[in-house]
């Protein structure tokens, strides 16, 4: 299960032959780049960011969505989940989904790397 589509396969119903899917690893591969410190950590993360987009682009009226309860509408039985308070964007973005929050909680357990004073990682 060390590989990308392992973890899709485990942990979610993904078509990992879909092009859709292919399309949208490739991206993540991009957007993740080497910030993990061994190959499966980066292959986890890959999927869980992968799996994340695709649930965000594929879910109809916020059926994955998950977060605190904003607002509740009886009659028509809607329910509009989101954060509220002080969080980071990027924390924002991943709360949306249980693969999101799974991602936070990996990139937890990296190591702190040293930053600039512009906030921006040193590579």
Do not use: C
Not at 2 to 24: E, P
Not at 36 to 43: A, E, H, I, W
């Amino acid at each position: 299960m060390s590989t990308v589509n392992g973890y899709i396969q485990a942990f979610s119903s993904f078509n990992i032959l879909d092009q859709s899917t292919i399309n949208m690893i490739a991206l993540m591969e991009k957007e993740i780049g080497n910030e993990y410190s061994s190959t499966d950590l980066r292959n986890k993360a890959i999927a869980l960011l992968t799996m994340h987009n695709l649930t965000i682009f594929n879910s109809n009226n916020n059926a994955q969505a998950t977060g605190t309860i904003q607002s509740e509408k009886e009659g028509d039985l809607s329910i509009k989940y989101g954060f509220s308070g002080k969080t980071k964007f990027k924390d924002d973005f991943l709360s949306q989904t249980q693969y999101g929050l799974m991602l936070l909680s990996l990139n937890k357990g990296q190591f702190f790397k040293p930053r600039t004073r512009a906030n921006a990682w040193l590579t």
